[in-house]
Every structure is written in C-alpha cells, then in structure tokens.
C-alpha cells in the first residue's frame, strides 16, 4: 500500500520558515512528478509548486521567490522551503505524487493527508 507522509507544519510568525517534507512509501517503483497544494476552508485546493520528472519547476504566482521545491529522487521525497511567510499563507498544505508506479503495476497519483501552516498575524 502507497503511503505519502508530511511533516514539517506548524505555527510560524510573519516572516518566519518552514520546511514542508513529503515521502513516499510502500510497494512502489517509480514516481515521476510531485508537489505542493495549499487548500483553505471554502476555497478549492491550489497549487503551491510542483518538481516534474524533468527537473522543471513551477511556482504559482502568489510564490513570489519565497518558496522553493526540491526533491530527493532516491528517497522519493519532495519538499518545500518556505520563506517570508505571512498569515495570508495559512491553510492545510497537501503533497501529491503525480504518477506512482506500484507494485501492482498501476500508475496513479496519490495524495497525503495533510500538514497545516498557520501563519500568526
């Protein structure tokens, strides 16, 4: 069974960092493709930043440089940086593997449970 397990949320003051960390255990044999979505109750969930299996990164606009993905591909880990946060940044952050081969030879993405970031005002 496919597992991603976050860690790294909390409490931080304005201007203050996180490091978000996501891993990816169980039966598999591949990923390619993962990222960072934020959601915040009544809103849908949206993308923070993503680490394609060439390498690319994206960064959604509201980024603005303070965060950075990066990714460990023998750990099949992601994780995100997070600088200069604001109270605005708040919301539950979720880490999503694109496409995970397993070991039942099906590919698909898979999400985790959740870490929440609450920036103090």
């Known amino acids: 069974q496919v597992h991603l397990v976050e860690s790294g949320g909390g409490l931080v003051q304005p201007g203050g960092s996180l490091t978000l960390s996501c891993v990816v255990s169980?039966?598999?044999?591949?990923?390619?493709?993962m990222g960072w979505y934020r959601q915040v109750p009544g809103n849908a969930r949206e993308l923070v930043a993503d680490?394609?299996?060439?390498?690319?990164?994206n960064y959604a606009d509201f980024v603005n440089g303070r965060f950075s993905i990066s990714g460990d591909n023998a750990k099949k880990a992601v994780y995100l940086q997070m600088n200069h946060l604001q109270p605005n940044d708040t919301g539950t952050y979720y880490c999503?593997?694109?496409?995970?081969?397993?070991?039942?030879?099906?590919?698909?993405?898979?999400w985790g449970q959740g870490t929440q970031v609450t920036g103090s005002s």
């Open positions: 999503k593997a694109d496409r995970v081969y397993d070991v039942r030879s099906s590919i698909r993405a898979y």
């Open positions: 169980g039966g598999i044999y591949s990923v390619w493709g």
């Open positions: 680490l394609t299996s060439s390498g690319r990164r």
